[in-house]
C-alpha cells in the first residue's frame, strides 16, 4: 500500500495525540468504529464558554490513513466553533490526505468522531 | 552493518546459497544438454548430474533415489500426489481427510476434487496448532482413500505428528501424503520408518531456487499415482516434461548442505529464534501461537493485543516479516490458520510471523527486539482500546458501533 506524503507525516508525527478527563467541563468526548473492524477513534473537544474549541485529543487505533484522518481532524477543529466543526466533510480529510478508495472509511470515521464528540459535548450541556 | 529492510521471512522463501548458485551455473551455459537425449554425451553427462541430485534430495529425507520425482515445486508436487491418487484410487472409494491449517496447496486441491464429486473432511486442529489423533481416527471411513497432513504449519511452525498418523493410515490402507516443504532441513526425516506414502519437497524453502522440487512416491508398498502432467513420458512417466537440469543440480546440493549442516545450523538458528522470542516476551499483552515444544527452530509466531495489524505492519517496515490478522481488516487477509486454532477472545490483536534462518545474525535480532519494543509502545500510547484496557474496560462488554 502506497501512502501519501501527508498520511506519513501525521502517521509518523501525530498531532493532539492524548486524552482529556471525560467529566471536565467543556469536554466533549466521541468513540467510535469497533475493534472487529479494524478501527477506532476516540476525539475529544475542549470547548470554551464562548463555544469556539479550544482544544482537541485523540486516540487511534487503526491502520495508517485511519491515524492520519483523525490526527488532522484534531488541527481543523481547533479554533473553531462547534457548529463549524460539524461542517468537516469527510471528503476534505480524504482529499487533503489524498485517500485511496479503500481508504475512504477511514474519513468517514473520522467525520463522524467529530460529530459523536460534538453531541457528547452538547448533551453535557443539557 | 545492518542491511535493511532486516530479512526475517525464510518461510516464506531462501536466498539461494552461493554454494547452490555456484554448482547451478555450469548446467545453464556448459553443460546444457538434455538429460533424456541418449544418443550423445551432452545428454549423458546431463542425466548424471540429474541423478547424482536426485540421490542427494533422497539422502536427506532417507528414500531410495527411485522413489523421487521432479517437479515444479511443492504446490505441483502436492497437486500431484493428491489429485493423481485420488484418481488411481477412486474405484475404492471417494473419501479424502485434511486438515483446516493446510497449505492452500492442499486445501485448493481437496476442492477441485469435490467439485469432481469427491467427498472431503476438514479437521479442526487442536488450540496448540496440532491435529488430534482420535479425531483423525474418528473422521476416517470405510470409503477414506486419502489423508493429506502436513509435517510443519508455514504460518505457526508447529510439527504433526506424522509417525503416529502413518500407523494409523497404513493399518487401514489409506495412502498418507505429507506435504513436507517447511520441513526439510528444519526436522529428520526418515521415510524408511515413518509410514508415509507420498511426500512433496520444495527447493526454495531449503536454500535452493525457486521453480523445482520434488514429490516421493514410495515403492514397497507401492504407492500409485495417475499422472498429471503428459508428455513424453519423463519420470517414468509420472511427471512428462524436460527437467530442468541446472534447476535439480541445485536442489540435490541444497539438499546435500541441509543434511550435512543441519544439526549444526539449527543449533544456532534454535538460539537466535529464542532470543527474539526472550525478547518480545517482555513486551505486555503478548502471546505466542501455536505449541512451543513441537515446533521448527526457526519460527516465532506471536500475537500483539491492542494493536492493529496494518499500522503495525507499517512501523516496521525495516523488518521483512509476514503478517496476519485473526479478525478482518481493511486491507490484512484474516489468518486461517490463526483462526482455527480458536483464538476469538482477543478481538483486537495482530500477528507477526518471524522465520530466521542462514544468514540471520544476532545483531539483527537485537535490532528488531528493540524496533518492536519502540513501535509497540509508540502504537498502544495512540491506542483508545489499549487505554481503555489500562483503565480496567472489559472491552468484549463495549457495545460498539458497527460501521
Redesign the interface.
Known amino acids: 500500500?502506497a501512502?501519501s506524503e501527508k498520511v506519513l507525516d501525521h502517521?509518523e508525527n501525530?498531532r493532539n495525540?492524548g486524552?482529556f478527563g471525560k467529566e471536565d467541563e467543556g469536554v466533549g468526548t466521541g468513540?467510535?468504529?469497533?475493534?472487529?473492524?479494524?478501527?477506532?477513534?476516540?476525539l475529544q473537544i475542549k470547548v470554551g464558554k464562548d463555544g469556539v474549541i479550544e482544544d482537541a485529543k485523540f486516540?487511534?487505533?487503526?491502520?495508517?490513513s485511519?491515524?492520519a484522518s483523525s490526527s488532522l481532524v484534531t488541527e481543523w477543529v481547533k479554533g473553531k466553533t462547534v457548529e463549524q466543526a460539524l461542517e468537516i466533510k469527510n471528503t476534505q480529510i480524504a482529499e487533503e490526505l489524498a485517500l485511496p478508495p479503500?481508504?475512504i472509511?477511514c474519513s468517514?470515521?473520522a467525520e463522524?468522531a467529530i460529530k459523536a464528540a460534538v453531541a457528547d459535548y452538547k448533551k453535557k450541556q443539557g | 552493518m545492518l542491511k535493511f529492510p532486516i530479512y526475517l521471512d525464510y518461510s516464506a522463501t531462501t536466498p539461494v546459497d552461493p554454494r547452490v548458485a555456484q554448482a547451478m551455473i555450469p548446467w545453464l551455459t556448459e553443460h546444457f544438454g538434455n538429460p533424456a537425449s541418449r544418443s550423445h554425451a551432452y545428454g549423458w553427462e546431463a542425466e548424471k548430474a540429474v541423478e547424482d541430485a536426485r540421490e542427494q534430495v533422497a539422502r536427506l529425507v532417507n528414500a531410495d533415489a527411485k522413489e523421487i520425482v521432479w517437479t515444479s515445486g511443492a504446490t505441483e508436487s502436492n497437486n500431484l500426489a493428491i489429485k493423481g491418487a485420488a484418481q488411481f484410487y477412486k474405484g475404492k472409494g471417494k473419501h479424502l481427510i485434511t486438515l483446516k491449517t493446510e497449505h492452500k496447496a492442499v486445501l485448493d486441491t481437496f476442492r477441485e476434487l469435490e467439485r469432481q464429486g469427491f467427498e472431503a473432511t476438514y479437521l479442526d486442529v487442536q488450540e496448540n496448532g496440532l491435529v488430534d489423533l482420535s479425531a483423525l481416527k474418528d473422521a476416517i471411513r470405510p470409503d477414506t482413500i486419502l489423508v493429506s497432513v502436513m509435517f510443519v504449519n508455514n504460518e505457526i511452525g508447529v510439527i504433526q505428528p506424522i509417525a503416529e498418523i502413518g500407523e494409523i493410515c497404513r493399518e487401514k490402507g489409506i495412502v498418507f501424503h505429507v506435504d513436507a516443504a517447511q520441513a526439510t532441513g528444519k526436522v529428520d526425516i526418515d521415510l524408511s520408518k515413518l509410514k508415509v506414502d507420498l511426500m512433496s519437497f520444495s527447493a526454495h524453502k531449503t536454500y535452493g531456487p525457486k521453480g523445482i522440487g520434488a514429490l516421493y512416491v514410495r515403492r514397497k508398498p507401492r504407492a500409485r499415482l495417475e499422472a498429471q502432467m503428459h508428455g513424453g513420458g519423463h519420470e517414468r512417466g509420472l511427471r512428462s516434461g524436460t527437467l530442468a537440469t541446472h534447476q535439480i543440480v541445485g536442489m540435490g546440493e541444497a539438499f546435500r548442505i541441509a543434511r550435512e549442516e543441519m544439526k549444526t545450523e539449527n543449533e544456532r538458528v534454535r538460539a537466535l529464534r529464542d532470543r527474539l522470542m526472550k525478547g518480545l516476551q517482555d513486551i505486555d499483552a503478548t502471546y505466542i501461537n501455536g505449541d512451543v515444544e513441537h515446533r521448527v527452530p526457526h519460527n516465532l509466531n506471536i500475537s500483539f493485543a491492542y494493536v492493529e495489524g496494518e499500522s503495525l505492519i507499517m512501523a516496521i517496515k525495516d523488518v521483512a516479516v509476514s503478517s496476519g490478522s485473526a479478525c478482518t481488516s481493511a486491507s490484512l487477509e484474516p489468518s486461517y490458520v490463526l483462526r482455527a486454532l480458536g483464538r476469538n477472545d482477543e478481538l483486537a490483536h495482530s500477528s507477526i510471523r518471524f522465520t530466521i534462518g542462514r544468514f540471520t545474525t544476532e545483531e539483527e535480532v537485537d535490532y528488531t527486539i528493540d524496533l518492536l519494543h519502540k513501535k509497540i509502545g509508540k502504537l498502544r500510547e495512540l491506542s483508545p482500546l489499549w487505554e481503555m484496557v489500562q483503565d480496567g474496560v472489559d472491552l468484549d462488554s463495549v457495545q460498539w458501533a458497527a460501521h
Open positions: 500500500m501512502y502517521y501525530p495525540v486524552a468513540m467510535v468504529g469497533a475493534p472487529a473492524c479494524g478501527d477506532v477513534m476516540k486516540k487511534t487505533y487503526g491502520c495508517g485511519a491515524i479503500v481508504k472509511h468517514i470515521l463522524d
